[in-house]
């Protein structure tokens, strides 16, 4: 059933490009000059859910997340940068654990030499991704089948200048242990947004994080007002190197005026996900959206505990599907 609905997604339905807005939410935050700026991304929905079970109807907040970023130009060509940001669960807001950590940096950016930042941040490989991922901090979010999509505590990562037509950024580890040393590393070309170029490809490795090794390839080229992401992944266990277990990815993005309807399907081993969806942006910063997501899963797949933050395995095959209706609003 899932080979033919992919099939159906892929093929048969208008698929998706990308709205402006949507770049930025899987990159750092855009600093602006000599700038305090406060940011939030509230996204809201309510969906129907079958995990293997029976359906419920729940309402999710979808990682919505604020903060603040603070720029000091200090050369002509250098700067400091700073950033506290936060996930919020807008859903649960009477309950004590509903704030998180995310990207929590500072350092320096110069556009001769690139950037040097200390704290918690992406790791490379997490950011390599561009806009591959067409429902990231969703139920398809490539995060929940596939290692690597990680914040690295404690690191210092250094990225080479953002004008440059490709580039390299490493992720370093400041720990004890096995915990010290590098641990993620990207090499690309082209450009990650899709607003300045027509491709991007990227190579990127993580090693020991979170109890994986991952290997993983990704490729966007844009044609018309189509948005095709394509990318391959390679994990397996740090301390066994067992249980290896590769898959693919295929996204697809059509934009016409303020409507964008979108596809993704994506593998890892023995697991297939399929969804499609569409996003209708009523103004630069609001946008209302559906989509549809199912999983498959076999015996001894690997999927995202989000309440443990772990990837467990699931020994038992099972079906999975959600339907999500909501809203996204950016300041």
Request: glycine residues 10%; charged residues 20%; proline residues 1%.
């Amino acid at each position: 059933m899932i080979k033919k609905l992919a099939l159906l997604a892929l093929a048969g339905y208008p698929l998706v490009g990308l709205a402006a807005g949507d770049y930025h939410s899987h990159h750092r935050h855009q600093h602006t000059d000599d700038a305090l700026e406060l940011y939030m991304r509230l996204d809201l929905s309510v969906q129907s859910s079958d995990e293997g079970k029976g359906a419920f109807t729940e309402s999710r907040s979808n990682d919505s997340y604020g903060g603040a970023t603070l720029d000091l130009q200090l050369t002509e060509e250098t700067k400091f940068v700073f950033l506290m940001e936060w996930n919020t669960d807008f859903s649960d807001i009477i309950d004590s654990d509903n704030l998180s950590a995310r990207n929590q940096y500072f350092g320096f950016e110069s556009t001769s030499w690139g950037s040097l930042l200390v704290g918690r941040y992406d790791s490379a490989l997490k950011r390599s991704q561009a806009t591959a991922d067409q429902f990231n901090h969703y139920e398809a979010d490539i995060r929940n089948i596939w290692a690597g999509e990680n914040w690295i505590n404690k690191s210092l990562t250094y990225t080479t200048p953002e004008d440059l037509n490709g580039g390299m950024s490493l992720t370093y580890a400041i720990g004890e242990g096995s915990w010290n040393g590098f641990k993620s590393v990207s090499f690309w070309g082209g450009k990650e947004n899709p607003e300045q170029g027509q491709w991007y490809s990227a190579l990127a490795l993580d090693y020991a994080v979170r109890g994986y090794d991952v290997a993983r390839v990704i490729t966007q080229t844009k044609i018309g007002n189509a948005l095709w992401g394509f990318g391959a992944q390679y994990q397996q266990e740090t301390d066994t190197h067992e249980n290896g277990m590769g898959g693919a990815l295929i996204s697809v993005a059509y934009e016409q005026n303020n409507i964008t309807l979108k596809s993704q399907l994506q593998s890892m081993d023995n697991t297939y996900v399929v969804s499609f969806g569409a996003d209708v942006y009523y103004n630069s910063v609001t946008k209302f959206y559906f989509w549809y997501t199912n999983r498959e899963l076999e015996r001894t797949s690997v999927v995202w505990n989000s309440e443990t933050s772990l990837y467990e395995s699931s020994e038992d095959g099972v079906s999975q599907s959600w339907l999500g209706l909501g809203m996204e609003y950016n300041f």
